[in-house]
């Protein structure tokens, strides 16, 4: 179920730290400076950390973890039930007799409906973060959708800014989250260089890690218990049972019906499913029929998977979107729930369920942002107002992944994507052999491609932090006019964080295309290799095929002759006690003779029809999945 590794991917090593790299980014005196302002803050935040709360997410994070062994138990009974769905014939037969051969049973109806929620939890039900952020105070709380309605119509008075982030994806409940939200209230000022054509609203398109393990398992129980009808109605019901809004679920079965589509629970819970890097672009996408749809049940094994560091993750790529309005309420929509922070703990923090993953500062970008204005609120804010607050939001969430926070301990992604390509051209100049420069080139296409997906999603936030700075530019323009001070003059202004973000962006553009022009070399190196390789073979095997010529020739000459030779001096009536005729002779020779070439020949055929035979079996399941 799980790609495998091949045998070279264990000859990697971690690559030199990034001032040795070739591909390192370059910066001005004054950004490194801002820059490594920014990790002694971090390094002071961790060791200050405040042990009631670290104490409340480790008790969060337990309870979490044993529901998820629970479910993981499920999950296992599951995957043995479905797989031996496809099992041979034979082991079908010897279970007639054999206990250990039978298929197992399927999970019980409460079980696989408590295994879908836990995967995919009914919307109402779905976790949604509520910070608000005054001067010199900040508070944190954890209500569900089905509150979400309540919490946007105005915030405290204290508050200068409410931030909400719902797990959304594109679908039909993002669209109709979104849609109230701006209906209950006047749009803030307008990024219309940010945004898009008549959007002015900020998106971007976040990288981020996820658990091999834990995507396939996401991908295997809606590709499995989507299909099992008998689920279907109470699942339905569950959907908005725990639903205290007014009109969202009105509002989710008005746009279901307009877009003809149906708002089952698979349908509305497609959403949390992340992208993989080569499943589109999902920035610009506007109606929930463009969202991603799964369709088979295998994750593709990415290159980067071949650097040690990296070996059980899966990189994703998630939509963040941002709908900001003039009461200064701030709503974000992301099912982004993989780690954006690249440090020693990776593997920790892979193993944290998508519950808990935001109030892990050392892993999610959205925490990290609370957990900066959690002690002193909006005291150090350049300007106490939502629009600087997304600002900052969205550049922090923009620039992940990145191993910048803590202070480069973990090797980041174009060091990584560095090594992978370093080892697909020492393979270059392996000794050939089978089937293995089918294997290299596959790898190469697929680091092509991931680097490609890559570049243009860097492409896309730069052009999304140059839109922001001409709008930004607007913005002070305005409150220059309209003598507007800055409320804390020393603090970061939008400008010098955009510009910071570009920077970032604009350097990993630059590294990644020239990784991907020096992988598309390597490979056109390879086929130009290949091609000498044939063409020494050709003459190799042209000087062979010239002696089986002259071997083919005597034997068309001999062989006839030894036939009828040997055909015509058989004389059976001369052998002594047999009354035997010809034609018996060749009745039990030749049906002997028969069986022989005929039992020869399907056992040197064997492992052909072998591949038939699997060839039509995955055939057969690809068709029962889709």
Known sequence: MHGRRTSSQSSLTVPPLPHHSSVTSSLTSEETVVSSKKVLTNFEKVVARDPEIEARRLRKLSRCNSEYLVQKAVYNRLMDWYDTSY?????????????????????????????????????????????????????????????????????????DVRWIHAPLGLGLTHSSVEDIFLHDGQPGRAFENGGSSGWPYLETEVLNMRSHKDFQ???????????????????????????????????ISWRASHMAMEANYWNLVSSDMPWQLTEGLAM???????????????????????????????????I????????????????????????????????????????????SAPGYVFSAFADQGTSTWHRRTVEWFLTYLITEVGVTPHAHRQGFNAP??????????????????????????????????????????????????VNLFKGMQQDIRKFEQEDNRARKIPDYPQGESMHERVKWALTMVKTRHDTFETLLTEAKQSMEALFQLRSIEQNELAIVSDSQNKAVLIFTGVTIVFLPLSFFTSYYGMNLSTIVDTPRTEGYFWRVCGVAALFIVLVVTLGASRHWLKQIWKSRRSVKHHHNMV
């Open 87 to 159: 099992s041979c014939l034979q082991n079908q037969f010897l279970g007639l007799f054999l206990k250990s051969r039978r298929r197992p049973d399927l999970p019980s109806k409460d079980e696989l409906i408590g295994l879908a929620r836990h995967y995919y939890p009914a919307r109402a039900d779905l976790k949604v973060q509520v910070c608000d952020f005054g001067l010199g105070r900040a508070e944190k709380k954890e209500i569900t959708l089905g509150q979400i309605e309540e919490y946007w119509q105005a915030k405290p008075d204290w508050a």
């Open 284 to 318: 610009g996408i506007r109606g929930p029929t463009e969202g991603l749809q799964p369709i088979s049940r295998q994750i593709g094994q990415q290159t980067l998977c071949n650097h040690p560091f990296y070996k059980d993750c899966h990189m994703v790529r998630n």
């Open 320 to 363: 963040f979107r941002c709908f900001h309005r003039s009461d200064g309420i701030l709503l974000t929509l992301s099912p982004m729930a993989g780690v954006n922070f690249l440090d020693q703990k990776l593997a920790q923090h892979l193993s944290e369920p998508a519950d808990a993953i935001f109030d892990n500062e050392n892993a």
């Open 217 to 251: 398992e996401m991908r295997d129980v809606y590709l499995i218990l989507g299909r099992l009808k008998e689920l279907d109605e109470e699942l339905d019901q569950c959907s908005f049972k725990n639903d205290e809004n007014s009109s969202l679920q009105s509002d």
């Open 412 to 461: 980041d992604l174009n060091l990584a994507y560095q090594a992978v390509i370093n080892d697909l051209k020492r393979r270059r100049y392996a000794p050939w052999r089978k089937d293995e420069t089918v294997k290299l080139v596959r790898d190469y296409l697929a680091c092509v491609d991931e680097l490609t997906t890559v570049e243009r999603i860097c492409q896309r936030q």
